[in-house]
């Protein structure tokens, strides 16, 4: 496909509103699930074409120069297209095709015979989500690779795309090894990883010696920062990374150390920081609920262990930090309600949102019924369909909440989500039937739809009391302090003094455990 052509259809979908057919032609094309391959996207970018990551990656897939080991490469992906790394980079078709023509590779090159998967076998894809995450450790490829399958079970909704929720047998997913394990100064924390010693100071700071958490963005992924302060060659790290979509943690500095992260040393020196996952000129996408909840929690705790006071004079911004050039987390950050959590004064926000797809008769391959009038039955309020047949219902709290369709030539439909927490995504699909052929027209049935039921199955994208997240605790894992050194090159945070900007798993396969109840 031509460059003008892909360009040409890029053009038309952006026009429509939607991603999708975008995703679904490149998937049939390669022959690989769409629901997969747009999940990928949605952990490197939140399906945004134009992101660039501290560390260099570009596009909707964070993708890589080849001499970076830490992530899907860009010249492995022009070369499978036959097109130039430059194109890849303008050209928001020639990504989804690159990154299913990679996937279909890992694919190809990891099963017995050359084949790929079915299609339809979503659990299949876990070596080939392996590969393509371009991580070299085993532990971070499965924690990558365990997200994905929690985002095409949850599905999602950003932007000019969406994912309706999949049912995914997590039994039958084949991780490879355990994610890493948790443990670390915080009760809280996830995941334990160790940043590269390169990338931070062997101290032995004690209560007395530290004054600040300093509140960072990323500029990129989380999965991707944590390989990035893996990286010996990053020169940067912070104490914790922050992801997204659940609040999920990971340290990866002890905080009796120094990590480079202020572009300030005397900073550097008296502070702890932490990551948050996402882009500053994008909070609206990455700053959720779920975000400000556990980082506040996790700011309190460190508060509360080093006797630091509660106020902006201390817990402040990396652009903050005197001599800063950096302007995270930026004015998108709400720094208001981010204190209240902290210091308990703040109230409590719903955000969560009631949102579906309404068909024609299937959920998953009706076609989709715009302009349709979708009525919140508790209040009364009204919405109709928009060009992909999504509603929506945002400001949500905890309760149950239903919807009654209504649209011309069909039975009415209805449907019924029990909403447990007053924040993420809550999926609540409506199969209408033609009025001709006697159909209910009931909500998540008749679709297909078995992961988006009303008796709550699907869980939210962003759930601050995901019960799926590890328990707090554990064993902590022995780490080898770094040494000080110098630094001179490119991070999501900075390193002392500075500013920064930013295979394969073969072997013996162990089946793991949906981590949620």
């Not at 950003?158 to 994610?179: E, I, Q, S």
């Amino acid at each position: 496909m031509s460059a003008l052509l892909t360009f040409a259809l890029w053009s038309n979908v952006a026009a429509a509103g939607s991603l999708n057919p975008v995703f679904e032609q490149a998937a049939a094309e390669y022959g690989v699930p769409a629901p997969l391959l747009m999940a990928l996207a949605y952990e490197a970018s939140r399906l945004e074409p134009s992101a660039t990551s501290a560390w260099g990656g570009y596009g909707l897939f964070d993708l890589r120069e080849d001499d970076e080991t830490d992530g899907p490469g860009i010249e492995q992906v022009s070369m499978l297209l036959g097109v130039s790394p430059d194109v890849v980079r303008a050209d928001v078709s020639a990504q989804v095709r690159g990154a299913a023509a990679l996937l279909a590779w890992h694919a190809k090159n990891l099963s017995d015979d050359g084949s790929l998967p079915p299609v339809e076998a979503l659990e299949d894809w876990a070596p080939a989500l392996r590969g393509f995450s371009g991580r070299q450790e085993p532990e971070l490829q499965a924690m990558y690779v365990e997200y994905l399958y929690e985002v095409v079970s949850s599905g999602f909704a950003v932007k000019d795309a969406y994912n309706l929720p999949r049912d995914v047998d997590f039994d039958a997913v084949t991780l490879g090894v355990a994610p890493p394990a948790p443990g670390g100064d915080y009760a809280g924390v996830d995941n334990f990883v160790n940043a590269s010693s390169s990338n931070y100071s062997n101290y032995s700071r004690d209560a007395s010696d530290i004054n600040y958490v300093i509140v960072h963005t990323v500029q990129g992924s989380y999965s991707g920062c944590i390989s990035w302060f893996q990286n010996s060659s990053a020169s940067v790290s912070a104490h914790y990374v922050v992801r997204s979509s659940d609040g999920a943690i990971t340290q990866m500095v002890w905080e009796e150390d120094v990590a480079w992260h202020a572009g300030n040393w005397t900073y550097n020196e008296q502070s702890v920081g932490i990551e948050h996952e996402g882009y500053v000129d994008d909070p609206g996408t990455w700053y959720t609920t779920a975000m400000y909840t556990e980082s506040a929690k996790l700011t309190a705790d460190i508060a509360a262990r080093n006797g630091i006071p509660l106020d902006r004079s201390h817990i402040i911004g990396h652009v903050e930090v005197p001599s800063a050039t950096h302007t995270d987390p930026g004015t998108g950050w709400d720094w208001d309600y981010y204190m209240g959590l902290i210091d308990g004064s703040g109230g409590v926000v719903d955000t969560a949102e009631l949102l579906g797809k309404v068909a024609d008769s299937d959920i998953y391959s009706g076609a989709p019924l715009t302009g349709v009038l979708v009525t919140l039955d508790q209040t009364g309020e009204t919405t109709t369909t928009d060009a992909s047949g999504l509603y929506r219902f945002d400001s949500l709290g905890s309760g149950t909440w239903s919807v009654t369709v209504r649209a011309e030539g069909y039975d009415d439909g209805s449907c019924t989500k029990d909403i447990t927490s007053g924040s993420g995504q809550w999926w609540c699909s409506v199969a209408l039937m033609p009025a001709t052929t006697g159909g209910d027209g009931g909500g998540d049935d008749g679709g297909g739809d078995s992961a988006d039921p009303a008796d709550d199955s699907a869980e939210p994208t962003d759930d601050t009391d995901d019960p799926g997240r590890p328990s707090p605790g554990g064993e902590d894992e022995a780490v080898t302090p770094g040494e000080r050194v110098a630094m001179s090159s490119l991070g999501c945070a900075a390193a002392p003094g500075r500013v920064g900007l930013g295979g394969l798993l073969v072997g013996a396969l162990l089946a793991f455990r949906r981590r949620r109840a």
